[in-house]
């Protein structure tokens, strides 16, 4: 978990807090850590793909769930890889 705001509500405390009743382990992250957050990884293709398309559907939402559909299942699985490959230097606060 990160430490954007939203994530501080009541509602996710009791989110996480029910979780873990169930064993489920969850950490606090750096306050920026992007190597941890495979969304980081994920925008820039996408963002790359829409800036592509943008003068050709710029009064649409439609670039973006095109550039949407160029992310493959092994990009996700590199994503979450990369980031889980991180997760120690992060926790224990070395020089990424």
């Given at each position: 978990m990160d430490n954007a705001p939203i994530h501080q509500s009541k509602d996710i405390e009791f989110a996480i807090k029910?979780?873990?009743s169930v064993a489920t382990v969850a950490y606090t992250s750096p306050p920026?850590?992007?190597?941890?957050?495979p969304i980081e990884q994920?925008?820039?293709?996408v963002k790359y793909a829409v800036k592509m398309n943008l003068l050709v559907e710029w009064k649409t939402?439609?670039?973006?769930?095109?550039?949407c559909y160029l992310v493959t299942h092994e990009d996700l699985r590199g994503?979450?890889?990369y980031s889980a490959s991180r997760f120690l230097d992060c926790f224990n606060r070395n020089q990424i």
């Open positions: 029910q979780l873990w920026y850590s992007p190597e941890l957050n994920l925008c820039p293709k939402l439609s670039p973006i769930a095109e550039a994503y979450a890889a």
